[in-house]
């Protein structure tokens, strides 16, 4: 399970580093589009990572995750 869980924190940073950037405003539109592009897929890696968090959890607990 530490694994989901060293990529989830990873993620999590990569996203926060990408927002800070487009908080400044300091990238040119068609940079800011893919930075915008990166960090949805960053986002559907997190989720992913977190289902796996949430599913390794319930087995260790015998509890049928939803």
Request: hydrophobic content about 45%.
């Amino acid at each position: 399970m530490e694994e989901p869980i060293h990529t989830a924190v990873r993620l999590r940073f990569e996203i926060n580093i990408i927002s800070e950037f487009l908080l400044r405003d300091l990238a040119p539109e068609q940079a800011r589009r893919e930075l915008i592009a990166k960090s949805c897929v960053l986002l559907g890696e997190l989720d992913d990572a977190l289902e796996m968090i949430k599913e390794d959890s319930c087995k260790l607990s015998n509890i049928k995750a939803v």
